[in-house]
């Protein structure tokens, strides 16, 4: 979504009218619009769980408020708080006495990589999007160049 920004308030619109539809047949619930300012809002927002993220915090938005316009404020309520992260020294290697940059990168990588094969089951396009790789392809590249076999 980072990359094709301008095509968010189209986006949004599909996605609240999919989400309308799909409510509408619930008891009281009312068809919701949003703002401009909302879809400003969500222009601004890092969306790590892309569209999927998106449609699940319109969603909470829509279900949790009574109002038929969604303000910024509704998403805000409705966006996962995630934690800042700081930034610090995770291998605890010190700079000073020299590093490997290199190795420190292919045993991140390793990790992360087993890490989210080990969390998916195996399925290198559900451990591809943990990790923000745009397809398995580039994965499996990776598991390659690393030595880590399929399970």
């Not at 308030?9 to 619930?26: D, G, K, S, Y």
């Not at 999927?52 to 409705?78: D, G, K, P, Y």
């Not at 708080?81 to 290697?93: D, H, Q, T």
């Not at 989210?116 to 397809?135: E, I, P, S, W, Y």
């Given at each position: 979504m980072r990359e094709r920004i301008a095509d968010i308030p189209e986006l949004v619109t599909v996605l609240m009218a999919?989400?309308?539809?799909?409510?509408?047949?619930?008891p009281g619930y009312k068809s919701k619009n949003i703002s401009n300012a909302v879809i400003n809002f969500i222009k601004e927002q890092r969306w790590?769980?892309?569209?999927?993220?998106?449609?699940?915090?319109l969603l909470r938005a829509s279900i949790w408020?009574?109002?038929?316009?969604?303000?910024?404020?509704?998403l805000q309520q409705a966006m996962i708080k995630r934690?800042?992260?700081?930034?610090?020294?995770?291998?605890?290697?010190?700079?000073?006495?020299?590093v490997d940059?290199?190795?420190l990168l292919e045993k991140t990588k390793r990790y992360y990589v087993?890490?989210?094969?080990?969390?998916?089951a195996g399925q290198k396009g559900k451990a591809a999007a943990l990790l923000g790789l745009n397809n398995h392809q580039t994965l499996g590249n990776w598991m390659k160049q690393l030595g880590i076999k399929d399970a």
């Amino acid at each position: 979504m980072r990359e094709r920004i301008a095509d968010i308030p189209e986006l949004v619109t599909v996605l609240m009218a999919r989400l309308n539809q799909e409510a509408n047949e619930q008891p009281g619930y009312k068809s919701k619009n949003i703002s401009n300012a909302v879809i400003n809002f969500i222009k601004e927002q890092r969306w790590p769980g892309n569209i999927r993220e998106l449609w699940n915090t319109l969603l909470r938005a829509s279900i949790w408020s009574e109002e038929e316009q969604l303000e910024v404020e509704h998403l805000q309520q409705a966006m996962i708080k995630r934690p800042e992260m700081k930034w610090s020294n995770p291998s605890g290697a010190d700079v000073s006495k020299g590093v490997d940059i290199n190795d420190l990168l292919e045993k991140t990588k390793r990790y992360y990589v087993e890490e989210a094969l080990r969390l998916t089951a195996g399925q290198k396009g559900k451990a591809a999007a943990l990790l923000g790789l745009n397809n398995h392809q580039t994965l499996g590249n990776w598991m390659k160049q690393l030595g880590i076999k399929d399970a």
